[in-house]
C-alpha cells in the first residue's frame, strides 16, 4: 500500500514569506508526526496529533508554527513569517495507534528559505 | 547536554566489516528504543525496535541495549556497499509518543 506522502518536495521561499507544508499519512494510522531536520542534526520533535485528542504543541520552536490535521487524516503544518534559521528538511511519520508503533516517514519536504 | 548522544562519524570500513554503531543517552525513562536507516534525501526507515534491555537480532542486524549504562548499539554483519547510509537511533517513553533522536551517525561501506 502508499506510504506516507508529502508535498512539495522542495520549497524555496522568501524570508517573511508563509509557507504550508502537506502530509497524507497512511490509510488508516489514527497518530501523525512531525519533526524537524537541520542540516547535520537529528530529528526533532514538533508537534503530534492522535485521532480526535488534543494535539501535542510541547515541540513548537515559536508561536510562527502551527499545524493542523483535518478529517483525522491530511495535515498541514504551517510556518509564518518565515526566518533563514526556519530552513530545513521538515518530515511528517504515522503510526498505526500512536503508542508504540512503528513510526512510518514520508520522504519530507526541503524548506529554504532565501 | 543533549538527551541522547551519537557519534556523527562518518565511519568508513571495508565491504564485508562488522560495523558498530552506537548512542548514550541521559534519560532513565526511556523504555523503547529503535534504530532508524536514512538514505540521502529520503525519509528514515525503521530497521530495528527493542524494548527495554537485552538483544535483538535480525539477518544481519543486531540491536543491544544496555538499560544499566544507558547505551545501545546496532551492529551490522558483512557489511554492504548498500548498507551506506546515515543511522539514527531514536528512543522514547511510555509517557510521550514522540521520538527523541540522536543526530545520525553517517556509515560508507566501500567496496
Known amino acids: 500500500g502508499a506510504g506516507v506522502s508529502q508535498s512539495p518536495s522542495n520549497k524555496v521561499t522568501e524570508k517573511g514569506k508563509d509557507v504550508e507544508l502537506r502530509c497524507d499519512p497512511i490509510?488508516?494510522?489514527?497518530?501523525l508526526y512531525w519533526y524537524r531536520q537541520s542540516l547535520g542534526q537529528g530529528l526533532e520533535f514538533l508537534i503530534y496529533f492522535q485521532g480526535n485528542s488534543a494535539p501535542d504543541k510541547s515541540g513548537l520552536p515559536s508561536d510562527r508554527f502551527s499545524a493542523e490535521r483535518t478529517g483525522g487524516s491530511v495535515s498541514t503544518l504551517t510556518i509564518q513569517r518565515t526566518q533563514q534559521e526556519d530552513s530545513a528538511v521538515y518530515l511528517c511519520?504515522?503510526?498505526?495507534?500512536?503508542?508504540?508503533?512503528?513510526?512510518?516517514f514520508g520522504p519530507g519536504t526541503r524548506l529554504t528559505v532565501l | 547536554q543533549k538527551e541522547v548522544e551519537q557519534d556523527p562519524g562518518p565511519l568508513s570500513v571495508p565491504e564485508g566489516a562488522i560495523v558498530s554503531l552506537n548512542c548514550t543517552y541521559s534519560n532513565s525513562a526511556f523504555q523503547y528504543f529503535m534504530w532508524y536507516r536514512q538514505y540521502s534525501r529520503k525519509g528514515p526507515e525503521l530497521l530495528m525496535y527493542?524494548?527495554?534491555?537485552g538483544n535483538k537480532e535480525d539477518g544481519r542486524f543486531t540491536a543491544q541495549v544496555d538499560k544499566s549504562s544507558k547505551y545501545i548499539s546496532l551492529f551490522i554483519r558483512d557489511s554492504q556497499p548498500s548498507d551506506s547510509a546515515t543511522y539514527l537511533c531514536?528512543?522514547?517513553?511510555?509517557?510521550?509518543?514522540?521520538?527523541?533522536f540522536g543526530s545520525g551517525t553517517r556509515l560508507q561501506v566501500q567496496p
Open positions: 490509510s488508516g494510522h489514527t497518530a
Open positions: 511519520a504515522s503510526s498505526s495507534t500512536g503508542s508504540t508503533d512503528t513510526q512510518y
Open positions: 531514536a528512543m522514547s517513553d511510555t509517557g510521550r509518543r514522540a521520538l527523541t
Open positions: 527493542t524494548y527495554s534491555s
